[in-house]
């Protein structure tokens, strides 16, 4: 089992900052790939972005020159820092681990963008 905790959801005013953390323990398998995703009320989950092993990079178009996702292997960290927040940002944010197609997620933390 691998578990993912989330943290560092908050309310900003829109052109905030917010570092979102996650934390992956357990049984870790390797090599493994990590994202973060996002759910808004009413709409479909979502990819914000995505970091394989070996540091390549995927951000939704939405996201891109606001967004990285920066992880640390040694730590079994992976951090969203998110730059210039917008509205439309406020969601639950998701953690997710990919080993070879076996999935885990986070329970989640919520960023809420307003003013």
């Known amino acids: 089992q691998v578990q993912l905790v989330e943290s560092g959801g908050d309310s900003v005013q829109p052109g905030g900052s917010l570092r979102l953390s996650c934390v992956i323990s357990?049984?870790?398998?390797?090599?493994?790939?990590m994202g973060w995703y996002r759910q808004a009320p009413g709409k479909q989950r979502e990819l914000v972005a995505s970091?394989?092993?070996?540091?390549?990079?995927n951000y939704a178009d939405s996201v891109k020159g606001r967004f990285t996702i920066p992880r640390d292997n040694a730590k079994n960290t992976v951090t969203l820092q998110m730059n210039s927040l917008k509205p439309e940002d406020t969601a639950v944010y998701y953690c997710?681990?990919?080993?070879?197609?076996?999935?885990?997620w986070g329970k989640g933390t919520l960023v809420t963008v307003s003013s």
């Open positions: 970091i394989t092993s070996g540091g390549n990079t």
């Open positions: 997710n681990y990919d080993h070879i197609g076996i999935v885990y």
């Open positions: 357990g049984i870790i398998s390797r090599p493994y790939n």
